[in-house]
């Protein structure tokens, strides 16, 4: 088979842990080069060298994606060390969910949601955009979730700022249509990211389950303690209930093995059994 990963140069934000750092690491194993940015200095420095130590390629700049000088110097800085920036993903997020009612507690991380989450992203594209025309070719992929497709209590703020991540993208691939591949990955819920533990109030997490959160919350539970060792966590399961990011990473990978001429657009991935409504 064609290889479409080997010698690309990939810059990720958001690699100090979670999704970021897993596809650091596919797209190492499989000859790119990865450049990692993150706020978290120890754990960039982590991810750097699990990929080093696996024989891969990777470097790393702290990077703060709220601020548009750092962003462009992380691409800057893939484009001196390999010549090129091949693709950009735009991963780093947070999610606070939380009710409007919770307006006192969660009203400053909900700012912080909407710098990281949308601007991090506008960010991510305007560094990456002149390097990427004067290219000829390019590749932005942004992580999203389902909670952008449809409004649902509890998520307000970050199901808004993701539903803007996904104009951002489809208004990028309308505007560089020939020049620039945009793809929008959305998760479901992946407790093995971490992603959860900015959750503001964890009531606000039933409004993306519906009808059914008693079941879901029950199950999460059991299978967190370790009670549960069912068809619910075997990938290889209709009744798959809890998703491992790795799976998220190789939709990643996937979307990147791909010719130039060929966009993966739009990819949600979840887990058969998780009971998500959107």
Same mark, same amino acid.
């Given at each position: 088979?064609t290889?479409?990963?080997?010698?690309k @140069?990939?810059v990720?934000?958001?690699?100090g842990?979670?999704?970021g750092?897993?596809?650091a690491?596919? &797209?190492?194993?499989?000859?790119?080069?990865?450049?990692?940015? *993150?706020?978290?200095?120890? =754990?960039?420095?982590?991810?750097?060298?699990?990929? @080093?130590?696996? +024989?891969?390629?990777?470097?790393?700049?702290?990077?703060?994606?709220?601020?548009?000088?750092a962003?462009?110097?992380?691409? +800057?800085?893939?484009?001196?060390?390999?010549g090129?920036i091949?693709?950009?993903?735009?991963?780093?997020?947070?999610?606070?969910?939380?009710?409007?009612? %919770?307006?006192?507690?969660?009203?400053?991380?909900?700012?912080?949601?909407?710098?990281?989450?949308?601007?991090?992203?506008?960010?991510g594209?305007?560094?990456?955009? *002149?390097?990427?025309?004067?290219?000829?070719?390019?590749?932005?992929?942004?992580?999203?979730?389902?909670?952008?497709?449809?409004?649902?209590?509890?998520?307000?703020?970050? =199901?808004?700022? $993701?539903?803007?991540?996904n104009?951002?993208?489809?208004?990028l691939?309308?505007?560089?249509?020939? $020049?620039?591949?945009?793809?929008?990955?959305?998760?479901?819920?992946?407790?093995?990211?971490?992603?959860?533990?900015?959750?503001?109030?964890?009531?606000?997490?039933?409004?993306?389950?519906?009808?059914?959160?008693?079941?879901?919350?029950?199950?999460?539970?059991a299978?967190?303690?370790?009670?549960?060792? %069912?068809?619910?966590?075997?990938?290889?399961?209709?009744?798959?209930?809890?998703? %491992?990011?790795?799976y998220?990473?190789? &939709?990643?990978?996937?979307a990147?093995?791909?010719?130039?001429?060929?966009?993966?657009?739009?990819?949600?991935?979840?887990?058969? +059994?998780?009971?998500?409504?959107?």
């Amino acid at each position: 088979m064609t290889d479409h990963v080997t010698g690309k @140069t990939i810059v990720i934000t958001g690699a100090g842990g979670g999704f970021g750092r897993l596809i650091a690491l596919k &797209a190492a194993a499989r000859g790119a080069n990865v450049v990692c940015g *993150d706020i978290n200095e120890e =754990g960039l420095s982590e991810t750097v060298q699990l990929v @080093t130590n696996a +024989g891969g390629t990777a470097s790393a700049q702290k990077t703060d994606v709220t601020d548009l000088a750092a962003m462009k110097a992380l691409v +800057g800085h893939a484009v001196d060390s390999h010549g090129a920036i091949d693709v950009m993903i735009n991963n780093a997020g947070i999610m606070p969910l939380a009710f409007f009612s %919770d307006h006192e507690a969660a009203t400053s991380a909900w700012s912080k949601c909407i710098d990281i989450n949308i601007k991090g992203v506008m960010h991510g594209i305007i560094a990456a955009y *002149d390097p990427m025309i004067a290219q000829g070719r390019g590749h932005v992929i942004n992580i999203s979730s389902i909670y952008g497709n449809h409004p649902v209590l509890g998520a307000a703020v970050y =199901g808004a700022t $993701k539903s803007a991540v996904n104009f951002l993208s489809e208004s990028l691939r309308v505007e560089a249509a020939g $020049k620039i591949k945009v793809t929008i990955v959305k998760p479901t819920g992946v407790p093995g990211t971490g992603l959860g533990a900015g959750v503001m109030n964890p009531e606000a997490i039933t409004g993306i389950l519906g009808q059914n959160a008693q079941i879901y919350l029950g199950t999460m539970m059991a299978i967190m303690e370790g009670q549960i060792q %069912d068809e619910r966590v075997d990938p290889d399961s209709a009744a798959y209930a809890a998703l %491992d990011p790795g799976y998220i990473a190789d &939709a990643v990978i996937t979307a990147i093995d791909q010719p130039w001429g060929v966009s993966l657009g739009d990819i949600t991935v979840r887990a058969t +059994g998780d009971g998500y409504i959107l």
